[in-house]
């Protein structure tokens, strides 16, 4: 029996537990945070730093380690865990830095040739690189990022010169040692798509592109979030275009950074601009978006325990994983004030199971008395499947219905084109 210590609680861990608890293959799967939502049969050991989650893995004797959030990553998880002797899906420090530093993927990228945006890399301790920033600046049409981790909300395109600077203050405010470092990018125009890829350190995997819907409101208006919804596979990009990407710019990249001594093992995501130059970079993430994944994993239709030990031992099994024909489609429901505030304690319905249908916990909590209440910013993904995209939306909103909460938030155009 193969012992998996899964490192996260929120809804990209659900689905990935979801999916390793039906997992043709024997096995025992352990938890770091506790989720009302984990299936039957799994054990809650908390472990919330780094410290505690390598005594656990060692102390339960697992044989994978599955790290489901960037933070424990950029800590430095994955060596320690490695160093333990316990193969661990999830890269190094070193090779995280794909998502740690957005300035360190623009040097990757340059590196191997990989199409992106030109930017302006600004340091507010160097006052010449600041004064860079500035004059670049009041050109305008500029994407302001947070260098290092901001929970997928430290970015802000801005039109205006006034835009620009004032989101330069407002990320020095609110990120603080994450926004030290500040990347100016020129905008770029066209849809957004996700690529992921499963990698061994050598090799790099194609799974089904997803688009995802960041912005708070319908037609992409509001605040950045962590993600409102996201669907799979995405037309602009079928399974051959994914592939192609992978080769060109998935694979390039961690082999630079094998040869730079650090191998990628793990999920690379690359976020691409697909412009009328051809798709642009946007950025890496070092592990499975949220909800992109609860999207995927609604699809997949393989034994996720052998592609995840096999990207974490280095040896990815022959071929690519399978996907079961049809759509995906996750939708978001949001807690009231989200994304500056979390409205917690909200009771949430408990209807039946809907067939097609999966909701996956994310900021949920169940009490002494047996309520499911709220407890986050985003709250649950509803997620359904289908034949086709039609259909896994007809799924999920009817579903959304059933599962609103008082003061739910969520988009109505998941998926919707």
Same mark, same amino acid.
């Given at each position: ?227 409102? !919804? ?145 407890? !986050? ?41």
């Amino acid at each position: 029996m193969s012992r998996v210590v899964l490192v996260g609680g929120g809804g990209r861990e659900a689905a990935l537990a979801w999916r390793l608890a039906q997992s043709p293959s024997s096995i025992e799967l352990l938890v770091t945070h506790p989720n009302p939502g984990w299936p039957e049969g799994v054990t809650l050991r908390s472990a919330s730093t780094v410290a505690e989650q390598v005594a656990l893995a060692q102390s339960v004797q697992a044989d994978l380690v599955v790290v489901g959030p960037e933070q424990p990553l950029a800590e430095g998880l994955a060596d320690a865990i490695t160093e333990a002797g316990i193969p661990c899906f999830g890269p190094v420090r070193a090779a995280a830095r794909l998502e740690s530093s957005k300035a360190f993927t623009k040097e990757i990228c340059a590196a191997v040739g990989v199409p992106t945006a030109r930017a302006v890399v600004a340091d507010r301790s160097d006052p010449v690189s600041w004064e860079q920033a500035l004059r670049r600046c009041e050109q305008g049409r500029v994407v302001v990022k947070a260098d290092g981790l901001a929970q997928g909300k430290g970015v802000v395109v801005c039109q205006t010169a006034d835009e620009a600077r004032a989101a330069l203050e407002e990320m020095g405010r609110r990120f603080g040692d994450a926004a030290q470092r500040i990347v100016l990018e020129d905008l770029l125009v066209g849809p957004e798509v996700s690529v992921f890829a499963l990698c061994d350190g050598a090799r790099a995997v194609a799974l089904p592109s997803a688009q995802d819907h960041k912005q708070l409101l319908d037609g992409g208006k509001g605040p950045n979030t962590g993600g409102m !919804g996201a669907y799979a596979p995405c037309p602009l990009v079928d399974d051959e275009g994914a592939a192609r990407l992978v080769r060109e710019v998935h694979q390039p990249v961690i082999e630079e950074l094998a040869r730079r001594g650090s191998p990628f093992r793990g999920v690379l995501f690359a976020g691409f601009m697909l412009t009328e130059d051809g798709p642009q970079l946007l950025e890496f993430n070092v592990r499975f978006g949220d909800p992109e994944c609860q999207a995927l994993m609604a699809l997949w239709d393989d034994d996720l325990l052998t592609w995840l030990r096999g990207a974490a031992a280095g040896r990815l099994p022959d071929g690519s994983p399978r996907f079961r024909e049809g759509a995906s489609c996750c939708v978001v429901l949001a807690s009231a004030g989200y994304p500056v505030t979390s409205d917690k304690g909200r009771p949430i319905p408990e209807p039946p199971d809907v067939p097609s249908v999966v909701a996956f916990h994310a900021g949920t909590t169940r009490g002494g008395d047996g309520v499911l209440r709220t407890n !986050g910013g985003r709250v649950l993904g509803i997620t359904g499947v289908g034949g086709d995209l039609q259909e896994a939306r007809r799924h999920a909103y009817d579903a959304v219905a059933r599962w609103r909460f008082e003061g739910a938030q969520f988009r109505t155009d998941v998926g919707a084109g």
